[in-house]
């Protein structure tokens, strides 16, 4: 069972280069998210989507730009890369409200 | 608004020993509230729910918490730890709609032969 697939998995860009976080799941979930982790902040919510073309922000979507033009992908870009960003990216989806939530293995993205 | 607190950033145990990951959250409604675990380099796994059903929750690999309302808290524990449990632990509350997850601080557990 494929569930979530994130790619790519580890990652290296320059500062102001454009970086885009694939996520493909294959249950026809309708919720997606994209979470960073980094230490000492747990998991913050970046975008998430309630379905194909809708799409909202989380707690820290500056600098990110998310759009999901089919169910199964929701893809997150970082259009101009910072330090800051450096961090490891989780995309998650759920099947509806309340429902739990399935997280991917995850990106690594170092940003110098 | 809700908030979720760990509140150990690290607990140690000895293999066969019980377990206990604190967990205290706030929450202006019913709230629905989970426990994660991830490995090293891995996704996170959900271990347990609790979404106002039965207070005690038991989840996979002998897991188990039990929802206070009055003190707040949704402990995690274990009645023998086993040096595959060694991991970080998240404590997570859920919005009203469910499409919003508060995440604790994290905990790391580690095991010791």
């Known amino acids: 069972d494929a569930g979530i697939t994130q790619s790519p998995r580890y990652k290296i860009t320059e500062t102001g280069r454009q970086v885009t976080l694939m996520c493909h799941q294959t249950w026809s979930h309708s919720y997606m998210f994209w979470y960073r982790q980094d230490l000492g902040h747990g998991l913050r919510l970046i975008y998430y989507?309630?379905?194909?073309?809708?799409?909202d922000k989380g707690e820290v979507p500056d600098g990110y730009v998310v759009s999901r033009s089919k169910t199964e992908n929701f893809p997150l870009t970082l259009e101009s890369a910072t330090r800051s960003q450096t961090s490891v990216y989780f995309c998650?989806?759920?099947?509806?409200?309340?429902?739990?939530?399935?997280f991917g293995e995850g990106s690594w993205l170092t940003v110098v | 608004a809700q908030s979720v607190t760990q509140l150990d950033s690290h607990v140690s145990v000895s293999e066969g020993t019980p377990v206990l990951l604190r967990c205290n959250y706030s929450?202006?409604?019913?709230?629905?509230l989970f426990w994660y675990v991830q490995h090293p380099n891995k996704g996170l796994q959900l271990l347990l729910k609790?979404?106002?059903?039965?207070?005690l929750v038991k989840g996979i690999n002998g897991f188990e918490a039990e929802f206070k309302k009055s003190e707040t808290s949704f402990h995690l524990t274990k009645p023998s730890a086993h040096m595959s449990d060694a991991a970080e632990y998240f404590c997570?509350?859920?919005?009203?709609?469910?499409?919003?997850?508060?995440f604790g601080g994290g905990t790391r557990l580690m095991v010791k032969p």
């Open positions: 998650a989806s759920s099947e509806s409200f309340g429902n739990t939530i399935y």
């Open positions: 989507s309630a379905a194909a073309d809708i799409t």
């Open positions: 929450s202006s409604y019913s709230p629905s």
């Open positions: 609790y979404t106002s059903a039965a207070t």
């Open positions: 997570v509350v859920s919005n009203n709609a469910g499409n919003m997850l508060t």
